[in-house]
T-cell receptor, first 114, second 114 residues
Framework: DAKTTQPPSMDCAEGRAANLPCNHSTISGNEYVYWYRQIHSQGPQYIIHGLKNNETNEMASLIITEDRKSSTLILPHATLRDTAVYYC???????????????FGTGTQLKVEL | DGGITQSPKYLFRKEGQNVTLSCEQN?????MYWYRQDPGQGLRLIYYSQIVNDFQKGDIAEGYSVSREKKESFPLTVTSAQKNPTAFYLCASSIFGAGNNEQFFGPGTRLTVL
């Protein structure tokens, strides 16, 4: 699976959009971009995933650049409850070696403040 | 409610003792996973199981053992051979098969070896 690079920390004011970047310059054509988040001392929570088109769900939007070398997770109206570590993960869809194995880096610590 | 449970939330053991962490899911998922997380770090895969009575080593399997006798259960034993067992342990499950199958995580067990 391709490696990802994320800033170690970011701050965001409550009510503002939080834009979390991820670089995955070695991504290959059959690899998807996944985002999970982990609130302190809890298990990670799935947010969204995409291949090449932008995706949106009730939690967030995922914008993937045309060359697929980077992506941005957007939380449109951040709240204090969105304070967490956000992980960007790239993996091959389907069976492959390791089934659905996820490789977590150190992520971005997002702090939402009043 | 459907979900994945881990017990206990906190566990203390003396050095040299084996300890078994529980993981149960009622999501009817075929695949289950064990991860370890150290402070300030991402998750690392210990073992995973794609189907009952079958499991594979992950990236850091040494000093750990698992069993998968039932679809719903995937207990992890931390043996005395694990040199640094104090950590946060997370269990996850997912549908197994081709496609983009998100992993659902339990709340975790924090193991402290004294």
């Amino acid at each position: 699976d391709a490696k990802t690079t994320q800033p170690p920390s970011m701050d965001c004011a409550e009510g503002r959009a939080a834009n979390l970047p991820c670089n995955h310059s070695t991504i290959s054509g059959n690899e998807y971009v996944y985002w999970y988040r982990q609130i302190h001392s809890q298990g990670p929570q799935y947010i969204i995933h995409g291949l090449k088109n932008n995706e949106t769900n009730e939690m967030a939007s995922l914008i993937i650049t045309e060359d697929r070398k980077s992506s941005t997770l957007i939380l449109p109206h951040a709240t204090l409850r969105d304070t967490a570590v956000y992980y960007c993960i790239v993996r091959v869809a389907g069976l492959g070696g390791g089934g659905n194995k996820l490789t977590f880096g150190t992520g971005t610590q997002l702090k939402v403040e009043l | 409610d459907g979900g994945i449970t881990q017990s206990p939330k906190y566990l203390f053991r003396k050095e040299g003792q084996n300890v078994t962490l529980s993981c149960e899911q009622n999501l009817n998922h075929d695949a289950m996973y064990w991860y370890r997380q150290d402070p300030g770090q991402g998750l690392r895969l210990i073992y995973y199981s794609q189907i009952v009575n079958d499991f594979q080593k992950g990236d850091i399997a040494e000093g750990y053992s698992v069993s998968r006798e039932k679809k719903e259960s995937f207990p992890l034993t931390v043996t005395s051979a694990q040199k640094n067992p104090t950590a946060f342990y997370l269990c996850a499950s997912s549908i197994f098969g081709a496609g983009n199958n998100e992993q659902f995580f339990g709340p975790g067990t924090r193991l402290t070896v004294l």
